[in-house]
């Protein structure tokens, strides 16, 4: 069985960073992308960031670019997230997820999430 464990959230200011990590266990990933969403109070779910597993392609939502980091290290299973220049709009539970195949941002096509990890930002 699958298992996807996050970590790293927190409360930092504005402008701060944090880097979360999902820790992966239960199979061996090979031709799957991983990626990372989050969903705020009263929102719906949103991705990202993404990330294949063989070859390190990434994608990221336009909100992020520029201030957040994927990546991934095979040899520990683990997926990380470097979120740099933080905002108050940042503020959200984080999930990572992992689905075979390639990178959607569609996050009913992914097969596998993760419990959480809250991200607050402070004004």
């Known amino acids: 069985q699958v298992q996807l464990v996050e970590s790293g959230g927190g409360l930092v200011q504005a402008g701060g960073s944090l880097r979360l990590s999902c820790t992966a266990s239960?199979?061996?990933?090979?031709?799957?992308?991983m990626g990372w969403f989050r969903q705020a109070p009263g929102k719906a779910r949103e991705f990202v960031a993404a990330?294949?597993?063989?070859?390190?392609?990434?994608y990221y939502a336009d909100s992020v670019k520029g201030r957040f980091t994927i990546s991934r290290v095979n040899a520990k299973n683990t997926l990380y997230l470097q979120m740099n220049s933080l905002k108050p709009e940042d503020t959200a539970v984080y999930y990572c997820?992992?689905?075979?195949?390639?990178?959607?941002?569609?996050?009913?096509?992914?097969?596998?999430w993760g419990q959480g990890t809250q991200v607050t930002v402070s004004s």
């Open positions: 239960g199979r061996t990933f090979s031709d799957d992308a």
């Open positions: 990330i294949t597993w063989i070859g390190g392609r990434t």
């Open positions: 997820a992992a689905r075979t195949g390639i990178i959607v941002v569609d996050s009913t096509r992914y097969d596998y």
